[in-house]
């Protein structure tokens, strides 16, 4: 075994595990001046390519959780300009995420005070992350977290209900309300928010003759929402455009709406939807 692979295997190795296991401090110093390891920590080692935002939460002295944790698992989140890491509770001596020689400075990462770290010494398990994002990050956006790690499979329902249980009452109510059918973060936000106004939609709806759509609402209005990487292909956009034709031909009122309208501009996505209901185009 290499010293490269010796470290891979840990993740991130201490200096006194690479000792016990025959490697000289002479090989781990010449190891790191040719770039075959680095240093992320004082004492502490891992590979080249260990994703950045990992190597910043170890130099800061944890694990990485979070939304930054979330997009490293494939969630759907958004992510935030500071790193969040996970932190044994008794820990001490943090440093910034970009220099392990200064002191953390409040400003540089959001610290997340944890009795558990878990299996991986890098990154938090799935569903701590998810329980991190709860009282972090806004609910909407934890629960669509949660609906893309039940699609994904990182997860279920029954196991997340259980974490569930030891929060308040008031992240209960809605936290216990995911959905593995939602397919993208819009989806699931959109879901969540007509939720809020007393609106049900029921999700991925089979349409004979077309397909599945993103949301119904009622009998009859279809709410179609773009993913982020909303595809450009000339034939994917004509394909849509049939779609929302057959739709039309069979009856339904169809509203489809961009990633940005509904991330940023979602006063434009509420005011379509309510007044579509007004109309009565949801009833049959």
């Not at 089979?206 to 279809?222: A, K, N």
């Amino acid at each position: 075994m290499s010293l490269l692979e010796d470290v891979r295997r840990r993740d991130v190795a201490a200096t006194h595990e690479l000792l016990a296991d025959g490697w000289s401090s002479r090989q781990l110093s010449r190891a790191v001046a040719r770039g075959e390891i680095i240093r992320v920590r004082q004492g502490w080692y891992a590979a080249p390519d260990l994703p950045v935002p990992l190597q910043e939460a170890v130099r800061v002295g944890g694990q990485l959780t979070c939304a930054q944790a979330g997009r490293l698992l494939g969630l759907s989140v958004r992510n935030g300009p500071r790193v969040h890491v996970a932190v044994p509770l008794h820990a001490s001596r943090l440093r910034r995420p970009d220099n392990a020689r200064e002191r953390l400075d409040p400003r540089d990462a959001v610290i997340h005070w944890v009795a558990d770290g878990g299996r991986s010494r890098v990154i938090r398990d799935v569903l701590d992350v998810l329980v991190d994002m709860a009282y972090c990050q806004p609910l909407e956006l934890t629960i669509a977290a949660v609906d893309s790690a039940l699609r994904l499979g990182l997860t279920d329902k029954a196991a997340w209900l259980s974490r569930c249980r030891t929060m308040p009452r008031r992240l209960r109510r809605w936290l216990a309300r995911v959905d593995r059918r939602a397919a993208s973060i819009t989806e699931s936000l959109v879901r969540v928010r007509l939720q809020g106004l007393g609106i049900e939609p029921r999700l991925q709806v089979r349409i004979p003759g077309v397909g599945r759509v993103d949301l119904l609402v009622g009998t009859r209005l279809v709410v179609e929402v773009d993913g982020r990487a909303y595809h450009s292909d000339p034939q994917d956009f004509e394909r849509d455009r049939t779609r929302d034709a057959r739709l039309s031909i069979r009856g339904y009122r169809v509203l489809r709406f961009s990633y940005q309208q509904v991330m940023s501009r979602w006063g434009e996505v509420k005011g379509a939807i309510l007044a579509a209901l007004a109309r009565g185009d949801h009833l049959g």
